[in-house]
């Protein structure tokens, strides 16, 4: 399987891709696809109750960079092609970081795909990852981390 390098431009999470800001999907940048789509899927490998999936999308055509803020939506155009699938969130598209406690890393995973996948949109991400069995032909990834400072709801008492 054909390596891909794959770059976002931070190594921890700015507030504008998490819950903590607009929560849009950030800029990702991909080269070494000799493959005529794409596949994405982000994740979170140190969530409480397991592996948490922020983001599930494929039939993207070959491309550099994938820009950030892609509309929600199951299946866009514009700015770039994308089939959009479910998140752990239970919605289509994007979920930006959101860890309860602790600082989480998040791996950015991409796959070169040889052919169109025949998934419907709001798939999941296990028929995401059936379909790329037989239809990769590359890989590569990138992490970075969020953590979420505790925010206190009201100032503490103070002693007199």
């Known amino acids: 399987m054909q390596d891909l390098k794959v770059e976002i431009d931070f190594d921890h999470f700015p507030p504008e891709y998490t ?4 929560g849009i999907s950030p800029r990702i ?4 696809s000799g493959a005529p789509y794409l596949a994405i899927i982000i994740d979170d490998p140190d969530a409480s109750k397991g592996t948490f999936t922020h983001w599930v999308a494929w039939n993207i055509p ?29 919605k ?7 860890p309860s406690k602790g ?14 996948l025949d998934l ?23 992490m970075a981390t969020y953590g979420r400072e505790k925010v206190l709801k009201s100032p503490p008492a103070t002693r007199t």
């Open 19 to 22: 819950c903590d800001g607009e």
């Open 120 to 142: 419907p949109p709001g798939s999941e991400r296990v028929e995401l990852t059936d379909a790329l069995a037989s239809a990769a032909t590359g890989y590569g990834e990138a």
């Open 29 to 32: 940048r991909i080269t070494g």
């Open 62 to 90: 070959s491309t550099e960079e994938i820009p950030p803020g892609i509309p929600p939506e199951p299946r866009i155009s514009h700015p770039v092609s994308i089939v959009q699938g479910m998140n752990d969130s239970r």
């Open 103 to 116: 600082v989480h890393r998040y791996f950015i995973r991409v796959w070169g795909v040889e052919r169109e």
């Open 92 to 98: 289509t598209g994007y979920t930006g970081p959101c």
